[in-house]
């Protein structure tokens, strides 16, 4: 076998040199052994039951031989009693090892998985963003999970593999010892039979590979579509049938292949029946025919077709594991990949904290700033589609020479065109990317000097789409601090101007939100996301306000929550509102990964410029209520007619 596995939902042509396919490196195999080095204990004791194992194995047919020969033939009962009892003895000793080898290479191969999955989850979730943004979810919890619990059955069923051949070595050279003759005759006919088995196996290997490849094809497809916003996207947009055919083809696939492993299965098990009635025969015929000729006794001959018997599970156990280690290298080396990866932003060395409750400045000098190539964050393994990379991906230049400085305490709003770079502005403040060139300071630190959890405490965000888990709507909450009591979380509910809802739900907080859970409006969530930010109380807010799918009472409340949740902090924030605009301290007009204009509403009206044209785009449409400043005040008690379409001048 090729010591490849490949990746799901990925058409491969015959010579294309494939990324998906994972290669092992070199010292792989040194890197595996090294996950034994705290297990050794147990490994020792694991060759010792399998040593003593084995050695039952060969006892069980010299106890025969001796009830045959010198109990039956000799007629003294006393003997075939003795060696029957001393037979079922080692039977059940025999079993009892069995269980305990099994617990053995259980807690081995358990306790290796466990280190290794606790090591790639640890490594995984300190990758940046763009290694998220640029990894298919599907495979990547896959790569976590799926794989790692094959990589244990690999791993066990190879140790297990590794007891064979102990076994293979003793019954050997117990069938030297009482035949030499059948013992050669036996070890020439094994490869008449080994060969077809080990194509078998192979066979049955590369089904079920493929089983998994396409298992994993339809199940990341089913969790892209079946996921709300995928079903939302395929009821809206879908093509119906289209998509029942493409499901209805790959469990087609899946029912292929499955039919065919069954068959190949059942393969290997009338092969391994039929050998072992062959061998049986062979035995028989030719020991037979030694026993007539006087070459040794009817009890040598029971004991020599008992062990043949015996020694085929383990010979053919043994056939597979060249593969079965190779299988378990491959699975190793697929998790070795992702822990490979270095995070891009890491935590400095002596990284200091910024000084609590008190909001910092935040300053951008010459910032440059372009997102990361796939080479540069992700594994073309775990990415769905390849065209980026085998194109030659460039990442253009996305902020170009930023500079600004935005005062402790005060509001700066960021407008600009759709794609202008804003949100890439506020990504940077939170440290989700790190520049290119240039320095983005809080508090007068370069953020690469803070540590990461004073930057975790110092800055929060609100973005347009808040996300909840699938939890109680406390438990969302919780998340941003966990020490909160009951009192406080009402009250940053209150101050989010959410606590009315949340009172006339049955079950209150209690209430299970996210995913599958009560469904929010985009207001009420943003409004839980302010909450939260309440609860968490940064000193820095990133707020991206939102602007779609709000109805006018909830935007209302949005804003109020919104007064409360920037009052004496340093703020930045995506705006779509003329309330916010116009109460900021600062708006920049960010155009072309630049800042085109800064000032004030009046002073930036006065200019003529961009924010002007953007302004009065926006007052293009009549409906638009929002814009007036005259409404402005009133919007925040009052519900108001919403524009219809939204500006594209204020952000996207
Ligand atoms: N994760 C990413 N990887 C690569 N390019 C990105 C990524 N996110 C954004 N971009 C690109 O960076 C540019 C700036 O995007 P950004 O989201 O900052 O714009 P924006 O001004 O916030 O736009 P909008 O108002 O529409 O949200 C765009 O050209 C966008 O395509």
Request: hydrophobic letters at 45%.
């Amino acid at each position: 076998m090729d010591v490849v596995l490949r990746f799901e939902g990925v058409d491969k042509s015959e010579h294309d040199p494939d990324p998906w396919v994972t290669k092992v490196r070199k010292g792989t195999v040194r890197r595996v052994l090294a996950y034994f080095r705290p297990h050794v204990g147990k490994v020792a004791l694991f060759v010792l039951v399998a040593v003593l194992e084995a050695l039952i194995v060969v006892a069980t047919p010299l106890l025969l031989k001796e009830l045959i020969d010198n109990g039956i033939v000799k007629n003294d009962l006393g003997v075939v009693i003795w060696m029957a009892v001393l037979t079922a003895g080692l039977a059940f000793l025999g079993a009892a090892l069995a269980l305990l080898s099994g617990y053995i290479s259980g807690k081995i191969g358990e306790g290796i998985t466990y280190d290794l999955r606790v090591q790639a989850l640890d490594h995984v979730r300190r990758l940046p963003i763009a290694f998220f943004t640029r990894t298919q979810t599907g495979v990547l919890v896959g790569r976590l999970h799926t794989e790692l619990i094959m990589a244990q059955q690999h791993f066990t069923g190879l140790l297990m593999a590794a007891t064979s051949l102990v076994m293979v070595v003793v019954v050997l050279a117990e069938l030297f010892y009482l035949s030499w003759l059948v013992a050669a005759i036996s070890l020439l006919i094994i490869p008449i039979f080994l060969v077809p088995w080990i194509r078998v196996g192979r066979a049955i290997q590369r089904r079920s590979i493929r089983q998994m490849d396409e298992n994993a094809g339809l199940g990341g497809l089913l969790q892209e579509r079946f996921n709300v916003q995928g079903a939302m996207l395929s009821k809206l947009f879908g093509r119906p049938d289209e998509e029942m055919a493409e499901y209805t083809e790959r469990a087609g696939k899946i029912r292929e292949v499955g039919v065919s492993l069954a068959v190949w299965g059942r393969m290997a098990f009338v092969m391994m029946a039929l050998m072992a009635s062959l061998a049986t025969a062979l035995v028989y015929g030719i020991g037979g025919g030694l026993v007539l000729a006087g070459a040794f006794q009817l009890g040598t001959l029971v004991a020599i077709a008992t062990l043949l018997g015996r020694m085929f599970g383990p010979i053919t156990q043994l056939s597979g594991m060249q593969e079965l280690a190779q299988t378990v290298v491959v699975s190793f080396s697929r998790v070795f990949e992702l822990l490979d990866l270095k995070p891009l932003i890491q935590e400095r060395p002596g990284a200091v904290a910024l000084e609590k409750d008190v909001a910092p400045d935040i300053e951008f000098e010459n910032v440059k700033f372009r997102y990361p190539t796939a080479d540069e964050v992700s594994l073309a393994s775990l990415e769905h589609l390849r065209t980026e990379r085998e194109r030659g991906e460039v990442s253009p230049d996305v902020l170009r020479d930023v500079s600004f400085h935005v005062g402790a305490g005060t509001l700066t709003a960021l407008v600009g065109p759709s794609g202008a770079g804003k949100s890439t502005i506020t990504h940077l403040v939170s440290r989700l990317y790190d520049p290119n060139a240039g320095t983005v300071r809080v508090g007068g630190h370069d953020l690469r000097d803070l540590s990461f959890a004073s930057l975790r405490e110092t800055v929060g965000v609100v973005s347009q789409d808040a996300y909840l888990f699938h939890n109680t709507i406390r438990e969302n909450l919780l998340y941003a601090r966990p020490t909160a009591t009951e009192e406080e979380l009402i009250e940053a509910c209150k101050g989010a101007q959410i606590w009315d809802l949340i009172e006339s739900l049955p079950l209150g907080l209690d209430t299970v939100s996210g995913d599958r859970g009560y469904r929010m409006s985009g207001g009420e969530k943003q409004r839980l996301a302010i909450a939260r930010l309440l609860l968490k109380a940064p000193t820095i807010v990133v707020l991206d306000e939102a602007t779609a799918h709000l109805d006018s009472e909830s935007e209302a409340a949005v804003q109020r929550a919104l007064k409360t949740a920037l009052r004496n902090r340093t703020s930045l924030v995506i705006a779509h509102r003329l309330s916010t605009i116009r109460e900021a301290d600062q708006i920049l007009v960010i155009d072309g990964g630049g800042v085109r204009e800064r000032g004030t509403h009046d002073e930036l009206l006065a200019q003529g410029g961009l924010y002007a044209e953007l302004y009065y785009t926006q007052f293009a449409d009549p409906a638009n209520d929002a814009a007036k400043p005259e409404v402005e005040e009133a919007e925040l008690d009052e519900p108001e007619p919403q524009p219809a379409i939204q500006p594209i001048g204020f952000g996207g």
